[in-house]
């Protein structure tokens, strides 16, 4: 029996997930999804991100369905498993049945034939899926959860798993180029309606396909979180500033900082991991100076810059609807050692900026030690330096992503 292109990409990048540390989100841009149909594309996405952030409702009915626990299990059997459990249980439109047939064929053709007897059995045993107070309850590890109570209440510890669990919005910058009224009527001429949302700048999308519309191929919308859209202003960017982007990939900010600028010159963008600045490649990439390097290193420039972007690398833990993988990854020794990082690296971004200058340091975390508490430490060898803006989002309580922010002024 065949199997749908859609389920075996969303296979394929499940179990990488289970068995690497690939991650979610450049998984979705990369070699398993390229020759899928813009509706497969969809559905596998679909199946991918549902199935990571239910993976805890579904381990819980896959175990009564089978009456032990899926440690044992192999990777292969356990993803066959969960994807066709996520379908059954959380996808109306497709029928049980094929659910479960293809995770038997996924399971067979992935020479794993002697499990497709089990993979059968237990889909067809699988419970319903368990009342919303229990499913919240399982939306988030335990530890997590009751980080998020002990820092932020009972209240919105509930709100921030809730909305961890949805699909997110999708949110448009739009190119200062044009009038954001005339821009929002060109986009609703080629099928994409939109609403306004807190920036004038930023659209929420309601329906349409943005990616094939001339606004999207002519540069003058982008696709960006809300919350995310609100860092790179914080920089308070001329065309005359030059800015250093510790952290840039995928590059998101680095091309928000080059539309407010009108010009990638003077923005030297630097990440560890270069080959992953894909939303910059997709510009004109030859005014930006791109740099690899690793920015808890002492920095290779003699320069100072007028204005220092760290986006640190971080736990993730503001954008779980987005990318639920991290959830599943991150453990709660962790954190001290992306402290660590994060303290290193605002140090060595703080050395490079000139007098008076400005500095953002930003995470999409919601755990205070990430934040704040990086924050202090290292302005506490910086005397005179000061923090004068905060930003702060929460998801379930303001729209978009959760993020931290905050501008710093050089002596
Ligand atoms: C939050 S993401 C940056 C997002 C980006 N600013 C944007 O808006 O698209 C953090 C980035 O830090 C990079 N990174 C991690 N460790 C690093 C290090 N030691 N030095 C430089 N970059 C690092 C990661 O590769 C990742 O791309």
Known sequence: MPISPARRAAFGVLLRINQTDAFVDEMLHGRLFESLSPRDSGLAMEIVLGTLRQQQVLDTLLEQALGRPLSKLDAEVLTALR????????????????????????????????????????????????????????????????????????????????????????????????????????????????????????????????????????????????????????????????????????????????????TAKGIVACDRHLHRLRILRHLSTEQFELVALDAAQSLPFQRKFDRVLVDAPCSGTGTLARNPDLKWRLREEDLPLLVKRQEKILANALASLAPNGIAVYATCSLEPEENMSVVEAVLAAKPGWRVSKRLDRLPGRDAGDGFFAVQIIAA
């Open 83 to 262: 994807l066709g459990a996520y379908q059954m249980r959380y996808l109306d439109r497709i029928p049980e049945r094929a659910a479960v047939s293809e995770s038997v064929e996924l399971i067979k053709q992935g020479r794993k034939r002697s499990a497709a007897g089990l993979v059968n059995a237990a889909l067809r045993k699988l419970p319903q899926r368990p009342a919303a107070d229990v499913e919240l309850r399982l939306a988030a590890p335990n530890w997590l959860a009751l980080r998020w109570e002990r820092h932020y209440g009972a209240e919105q510890a509930g709100k921030i798993a809730a909305a961890s669990i949805e699909r997110p919005a999708t949110y448009l910058r739009l190119s200062p180029t044009l009038e954001p009224e005339a821009l929002t009527q060109r986009l609703e001429a080629e099928g994409v309606v939109t609403e306004p949302t807190e920036l004038l700048s930023a659209r929420k999308v309601l329906s349409g396909a943005v990616e094939q519309t001339a606004c999207w191929k002519d540069g003058l919308v982008r696709i960006q979180d809300l919350g995310a859209q609100m860092i790179a202003p914080l920089l308070e960017l001329t065309a005359e500033h030059t800015l250093l982007d510790l952290c840039a990939a995928p590059g998101g900010k680095s091309a928000q900082a080059a539309a407010i600028r009108g």
